[in-house]
């Protein structure tokens, strides 16, 4: 009797064992990653966590945990970095840990998708500290994106002044752009997104909503400009016709501008951006709208004339924000390629090119960290990527040995 009992529990315990759910699989066969708070509570403990990729392996690291929805980083060359929360918080990192940066004005309005946003350094950021960010200016009723300089010393910002706002206040909370990037001629890249509510505004050339700008670093108007001299457009505009870019890069060897956008429902585009050029939002878009899933044009698959095509059309979408372009000898067989983070694709999109066609794409991290906002390549050529959440983080991507 006692022998039947004991097999009868054996027999118990292995069938709850069989029972038991296994851990997802990706479809290479190799386990998913664990949630993300699961990667934060282990970062102190687990020196990286090693992925397999198509052509070689890497390892995935967190640098930083504990930040309020960190918008974007730049490195600073002493080895620190600085990261924006959109709540309003700049904070700087390095072996220390992590600081608070004084200094900010008092007017950023943090509401939705609102707050502080992008944040780089000036090219000769080593002579004169300036540092370049973005932020939601106005009010709980309305706000304009904004942009700003301040001279870091130390943990604070000095002689911060505002170098330009967007011509018009509107609703808050939603879609307003942000990136900045720095041309090889010194001018500074800013984008406005459409701000939401009012869609057509992309088309208007004399609203900065739904356009990419072209600034000079104290804020004024570079006379090469595409349409300087035209009564009837905003001089700052450099194209227009965009939704809501969050990812935006200068080619560091052939000055070409690439921007990921995001769409409505699908829609997402990367795009090559070209000076004067309409990119076709919303008269042309393969994303549907969110209220009644109709198509923005009566013919998804084709162009319009005047209006420039995506050279991706990501649908469903990948909520496109930040894009890094992989350069130096750190990821050999990644060298060329444009990595472009996913908010609600919760991942790192690899798009290879031959020339200026995309042959190739590989998705990277996925579901590991959460909802990427930004990705850059640091200064060794390692990758870093910000995750968007209430206990986003710093990761750090770098080959495996």
């Not at 600085?82 to 700087?92: A, D, F, H, Q, S």
């Not at 009010?139 to 018009?168: C, K, M, S, Y």
Request: aromatic fraction near 6%.
């Amino acid at each position: 009797m006692t022998d039947l009992r004991t097999w009868i529990l054996v027999a118990v315990a292995l069938g709850l064992l069989a029972c038991t759910p296994e851990a997802p699989r990706s479809p290479d066969g190799t386990s998913e990653a664990p949630a993300p708070e699961a990667i934060e509570s282990a970062a102190a403990a687990d020196p990286g966590r090693r992925v397999n990729t198509e052509y070689a392996g890497i390892v995935l690291h967190q640098v930083a945990a504990g930040l309020e929805h960190p918008w974007a980083i730049a490195f600073l060359p002493d080895g620190g970095m600085l990261v924006t929360e959109r709540p309003g918080r700049l904070k700087r990192i390095d072996d220390e840990g992590t600081t608070e940066v004084a200094g900010l004005p008092d007017d950023i309005v943090a509401i939705n998708q609102g707050g502080l946003m992008d944040v780089v350094l000036h090219p000769a950021f080593a002579e004169n500290a300036w540092v370049y960010l973005t932020y939601s200016k106005g009010t709980p009723e309305a706000t304009a994106t904004t942009l700003i300089r301040g001279r870091l010393e130390g943990d604070a910002l000095l002689d911060v002044e505002e170098l330009f706002t967007q011509d018009r206040m509107s609703d808050p909370g939603r879609h307003y752009g942000s990136r900045l990037a720095f041309m090889p001629d010194g001018t500074l890249l800013m984008s406005i997104g459409d701000r939401g509510v009012d869609p057509p505004r992309a088309q208007d050339l004399g609203d900065h909503a739904g356009s990419l700008l072209r600034l000079n670093d104290d804020g004024s108007v570079p006379a090469d400009n595409p349409f300087v001299g035209r009564d009837d457009v905003l001089p700052e505009i450099y194209s227009y016709g965009h939704r809501n870019i969050q990812g935006l890069i200068v080619h560091p060897e052939t000055g070409a501008i690439w921007a990921t956008e995001h769409g409505p429902r699908g829609g997402d585009e990367l795009n090559l951006v070209k000076p004067g050029q309409n990119y076709g939002w919303p008269v042309v878009s393969r994303g549907r709208n969110y209220r009644t899933e109709d198509t923005y044009f009566e013919d998804t698959q084709r162009s319009k004339e005047g209006m420039v095509d995506p050279v991706i059309d990501w649908t469903p979408s990948l909520a496109a924000s930040g894009l890094a372009y992989v350069d130096g000898e750190r990821f050999p067989r990644w060298k060329g390629n444009l990595l472009a983070g996913g908010l609600r694709a919760e991942q790192v999109r690899r798009v290879v090119f031959d020339g200026d066609e995309v042959v190739h794409e590989e998705e990277l991290i996925r579901g590991m960290v959460g909802r990427v906002r930004d990705v850059r390549i640091g200064p060794g050529g390692d990758i870093y990527v910000l995750t968007d959440q209430r206990d986003g983080g710093v990761y750090r991507i770098e080959p495996a040995g």
